[in-house]
């Protein structure tokens, strides 16, 4: 069993940066591969991130990539996403998740709670 907390996220212009942490509990957190992923209103759940249990493979959709960092520190059982250049489009939920690496949200079976990133344009 692995519980997920989330931290950051809020509001902020165009243009700006956030980071958003996951806080894992557990002794088997370099097991877990990690995803970030968020969902707009009356949009499906979107890949946004994922970073493989030892940190060294990394992975994101054209529409973050050179915008977005996925890093995790395995001492401290915590995965970041450091957002840059954020757009209005990326206003949604993210939520972070524990699981195998991948792109399909079905596929990790624990969860944050969701943090709400708001992005004014």
């Known amino acids: 069993q692995v519980q997920l907390v989330q931290s950051g996220g809020g509001l902020v212009q165009a243009g700006g940066s956030l980071l958003l942490s996951c806080a894992a509990s557990g002794r088997t957190f370099s097991r877990y591969a990690m995803g970030w992923f968020r969902q707009a209103p009356g949009k499906d759940r979107e890949f946004v991130s994922a970073?493989?249990?030892?940190?060294?493979?990394?992975n994101y959709p054209d529409s973050v990539k050179g915008r977005f960092t996925i890093s995790r520190d395995n001492a401290k059982s915590t995965v970041y996403l450091q957002m840059n250049s954020l757009k209005h489009e990326d206003t949604a939920v993210y939520y972070c998740?524990?699981?195998?690496?991948?792109?399909?949200?079905?596929?990790?079976?624990?969860w944050g709670q969701g943090t709400q990133v708001t992005v004014s344009s």
């Open positions: 970073i493989s249990g030892s940190g060294l493979v990394a």
């Open positions: 998740a524990a699981g195998p690496f991948g792109v399909n949200w079905s596929d990790y079976p624990y």
